[in-house]
C-alpha cells in the first residue's frame, strides 16, 4: 500500500487521494486514533485491570442501591458530584491490589469449589431447587455481565474473603484506641447561648422598592418556575402477583423435597489452626515437640504466635485457602498436629480444634421455601408468556388499556408525577423498580411505543407517558410577594451575621460577656446540657454541633439554627466525658471494627501498589462518561 501512494503521490490520481484524506481527517479527526488506544482500560495493578464493563458494572450497582436506600433516583450526574465515581474506583484498586498480590502467592480458588458455590447459589435454581443453566444466564443478562466476567469476578470474590478471613477474622482493637474513640463518641459538653434572631418590628424598618424587586426577580429566574411534571399509565407484570395464583399439592412439595434432599444439609465444618514456619526442619521439630507431650499452646508460644494469629473457624472444605489443605483438615482427627504440608506463607502444620458435623433438615422446616422457589419459578415463566403476548398485541395497535383488559391484569395510572416520584404510591413495585421508571418517564418523550422495563428478579413493566408538563417561568405578579420575602430574608441574613459576627468579637476580646450581650438584646440566657456529637434538633444543627465540639472550654462558638434563619451565639462551660465501663467498650470496638478495618485494607492496597507495576487513569473516567452521555444511557 506504501509503495503505491508513494508512485502515485505525484500524479492526479495521488493528488485526489491525499485531498480526500484531509477532508476526512478535517471532519472527524486524529485525535481518537492514538487517544482512545487502550481507553477502555482504567487501572492496572499487576497483572490485574480495571476495564469499562467491571467499572460501569459496578457504578451503577452502587447508584441503584444508594436510590433503594434514599427511596428516590439518583442520577449519574448527581453521583459524580458527589464523589461515587472516585470512591466506586478507589473500592477496585483496593480489591485488585488484593486478588493481583494473591496471584503472586498463587492462591486461586479451585473449579470444584467454584462449581459448588455456583450451584448452592440460590438465584440460579429453578423451582425443583436444582442449578439451571438457562436461570443462571437469565441473571446475567439482567445484570449486564457476561459469563467470563462473572467467573472472574466470583475467583476474586473467593480469594478476597479468604485473605479478608485470615487478615481480620480475629482481628483487636488496642486498649489505647478504644480509649480514644471512647472519649470522641462520649464526651458532653454544656452551653449557655442565647439565638440572635429579627422580629416583624424589625423587619418593617427593611424597605424594599419596586425597581429591587425586579431586578431580584430577573437575576434569580430559575427560582421562580412552576415544577415539571409528567403523567404515565403502566402495566406491571409481577411475579408476586402472578405466584400467588398457583396452587402446589402437597404431595408435589414433598417429592421436590426428596429430589434435592442434598440442598437441605449443612456441609461438614471444621475450625483449625494453620502454623507457618520458616521451613521445614522447624516446622518438623514443633511437630516432635507435640509428640513428646507439648500442647498446642506451647507449640504457639514458641513460635510466638497466639491462637487469634492462626485460627481458621468453621469453614467448609470449599471455604479453605486451597483445595489442598481442606483435604488434609478434613482427612485428619479433632486435636491431632499434622504436616508439614506447603501453605501460601511457607511450610505449614495444621491442627484441627473443632469438628462440626453435618446435618440435615426437615421437611417441614424448608416446606415454604420450596413452595416460594416453586412459584416464583412458574410465575417467572407466566411473566414471560404474557410479556410476549403484549409484545404482539402492541404491535397490532392495542393500547394498554385493552391489552389490560384482555389478558385479565392489572393497570395503573399517575399523574403530576415529579423527578423525586413524588405521588407515585405503588407498594407492589420495588423501589428499584420506581427508580428506574421514573428515570425513563423523565429521559423520553411523549411517546406510546416505549420499550418494556426488567428488573434483576425478572418482574416487566410496559410504560406509555400519557402528559408532559414542563417548568414554566411564573411572571413577576404572580410570585410578587414570594420574591419580596425571599430578599427580606437575605437582607435580615446579612444583618444579622454582622451582628453575630461583632458580637463574637466582643466576648472574644473580653469587651462584652454573654450576659451582657442578653441584656443588649432583653432576652433570656438559654443552657443545653450535656449535648452530643450526635445531638442535632431544629434549634443545634449538624454545622453547630461541630462548631461547638472544636471550641475550647469558656471560649465562645457562633453557628446558624437548625431550621430557619436565626444564629446562636454561645460559650461552652463544661466538657465531660460519660463514665467507661467494659460493656460500652465492646460495642464502640463493634460499630469501629468495620471502619477500622476498611482503613487497614486502603493502608494495605497503597503498599501493595507501591510493589506491585501500578498505573491508574482516573482522567479516562471523564472520557468514559462522555461517552455513555453520548450515546444516551447506561
Not at 456 to 461: A, E, K, L, P, T
Request: aromatic share 10%; no cysteine.
Amino acid at each position: 500500500m506504501l509503495d503505491f501512494l508513494r508512485k502515485n503521490a505525484s500524479g492526479p490520481f495521488g493528488f485526489a487521494l491525499i485531498i480526500l484524506l484531509v477532508l476526512a481527517f478535517s471532519v472527524w479527526g486524529i485525535g481518537d486514533i492514538f487517544r482512545n488506544y487502550d481507553s477502555g482500560i482504567i487501572a492496572r495493578i499487576g497483572d490485574r485491570e480495571i476495564n469499562s464493563q467491571e467499572y460501569l458494572f459496578r457504578y451503577n450497582r452502587e447508584i441503584n442501591r444508594i436510590s433503594n436506600k434514599l427511596e428516590r433516583f439518583i442520577s449519574s450526574e448527581e453521583a459524580r458530584n458527589s464523589g461515587l465515581d472516585i470512591q466506586v474506583l478507589s473500592n477496585l484498586l483496593v480489591e485488585k491490589s488484593i486478588n493481583s498480590s494473591a496471584d503472586v502467592m498463587k492462591l486461586r480458588p479451585s473449579d470444584s469449589s467454584l462449581k459448588e458455590r455456583i450451584k448452592n447459589t440460590s438465584a440460579f435454581r429453578n423451582a425443583f431447587n436444582q442449578f439451571d443453566k438457562n436461570v443462571f444466564i437469565q441473571v446475567l443478562r439482567q445484570n449486564g455481565i457476561t459469563e467470563d466476567l462473572f467467573f472472574k469476578m466470583e475467583r476474586d470474590t473467593i480469594v478476597q474473603s479468604q485473605i479478608y478471613r485470615a487478615l481480620f477474622e480475629n482481628i483487636n482493637i488496642s486498649q489505647e484506641f478504644s480509649n480514644l474513640i471512647y472519649r470522641f463518641q462520649n464526651e458532653d459538653r454544656s452551653v449557655d447561648y442565647v439565638i440572635l434572631s429579627f422580629n416583624d418590628k424589625d423587619a418593617s424598618n427593611i424597605e424594599i422598592n419596586s425597581e429591587e424587586l425586579v431586578s431580584y426577580y430577573n437575576k434569580n429566574l430559575e427560582n421562580y418556575k412552576t415544577e415539571a411534571n409528567r403523567s404515565f399509565t403502566i402495566i406491571q407484570l409481577l411475579k408476586s402477583d402472578l405466584a400467588s395464583d398457583i396452587n402446589v399439592e402437597e404431595k408435589f412439595l414433598e417429592e421436590l423435597y426428596e429430589i434435592n434432599i442434598d440442598n437441605y444439609q449443612t456441609p461438614e465444618k471444621r475450625s483449625y489452626y494453620l502454623i507457618p514456619y520458616n521451613s521445614i526442619e522447624e516446622a518438623n521439630i514443633a511437630l516432635n515437640n507435640y509428640s513428646d507431650g507439648f500442647d498446642i499452646d506451647l507449640i504457639l508460644s514458641q513460635r510466638g504466635l497466639s491462637i487469634d494469629d492462626v485460627i481458621q473457624s468453621q469453614l467448609a472444605f470449599d471455604e479453605g485457602l486451597n483445595e489442598e489443605i481442606s483435604e488434609v483438615v478434613f482427612d485428619i482427627e479433632k486435636n491431632k498436629l499434622f504436616g508439614p504440608i506447603q501453605g501460601p506463607f511457607g511450610p505449614t502444620l495444621i491442627y484441627v480444634s473443632e469438628i462440626y458435623p453435618s446435618f440435615k433438615k426437615d421437611f417441614s422446616e424448608v416446606r415454604s421455601q420450596i413452595e416460594q422457589n416453586y412459584k416464583l419459578e412458574k410465575s417467572q415463566d407466566k411473566v414471560y408468556e404474557l410479556y410476549n403476548i403484549i409484545e404482539d398485541q402492541r404491535a397490532e395497535g392495542l393500547t394498554l388499556e385493552e391489552i389490560a383488559e384482555t389478558n385479565n391484569i392489572k393497570i395503573s395510572s399517575y399523574s403530576s408525577i415529579n423527578i423525586l416520584g413524588y405521588n407515585f404510591n405503588n407498594f407492589d413495585l420495588s423501589e428499584d423498580l420506581k427508580s428506574t421508571i421514573i428515570e425513563n418517564v423523565f429521559q423520553s418523550d411523549l411517546d406510546y411505543g416505549m420499550d418494556p422495563i426488567e428488573d434483576s428478579d425478572g418482574n416487566i413493566v410496559f410504560l406509555r407517558i400519557d402528559n408532559i408538563e414542563k417548568e414554566k417561568q411564573r411572571d413577576f405578579e404572580s410570585v410578587k410577594e414570594i420574591v419580596k420575602s425571599d430578599i427580606l430574608d437575605m437582607k435580615q441574613k446579612i444583618m444579622l451575621d454582622s451582628l453575630s459576627k461583632n458580637y463574637l468579637n466582643d466576648i472574644k476580646g473580653n469587651v462584652k460577656t454573654l450576659e451582657k450581650i442578653a441584656d443588649d438584646l432583653d432576652v433570656a440566657i438559654l443552657k443545653k446540657y450535656n449535648l452530643s456529637r450526635y445531638s442535632f434538633d431544629e434549634v443545634f444543627s449538624k454545622s453547630a454541633v461541630n462548631e461547638i465540639f472544636k471550641t475550647n472550654l469558656n471560649q465562645p462558638f457562633l453557628s446558624n439554627v437548625g431550621i430557619g434563619n436565626s444564629i446562636i451565639i454561645g460559650v461552652v462551660t463544661e466538657i465531660s466525658v460519660k463514665q467507661q465501663d467494659e460493656e460500652r467498650i465492646v460495642e464502640i470496638n463493634q460499630q469501629n471494627e468495620g471502619e477500622l478495618k476498611n482503613e487497614l485494607l486502603f493502608i494495605l492496597s497503597e503498599e501493595l501498589q507501591k510493589e506491585l507495576t501500578s498505573e491508574v487513569y482516573p482522567e479516562r473516567l471523564d472520557f468514559l462518561f462522555e461517552t455513555i452521555n453520548a450515546k444516551g444511557s447506561f
